[in-house]
């Protein structure tokens, strides 16, 4: 797995996984009870992860995810 991502709001960061899924990536978010305690979201952010042989692809929807 690759750490594609790093969110300080994990509704966010679902939202993301969800729309990856939804083309097929196999996305997990990591770390999302560490940020779910209140300093927490500042100190550990939630990590969207995907496996190493999904990366370019799933870079590419992030980056048409983010502009959009």
Do not use: Y
């Not at 594609?4 to 960061?13: I, K, N």
């Not at 196999?26 to 952010?45: E, H, K, N, Y």
């Amino acid at each position: 797995m690759k750490t594609l991502h790093e969110f300080t709001d994990p509704v966010r960061a679902g939202i993301v996984q969800s729309f990856l899924k939804d083309n097929e990536i196999d996305a997990v978010l990591l770390d999302q009870g560490a940020s779910a305690w209140t300093a927490g979201r500042i100190l550990i952010p939630v990590r969207l992860a995907v496996p190493i042989e999904q990366e370019e692809v799933a870079q590419n929807l992030l980056n048409q995810f983010e502009e959009n």
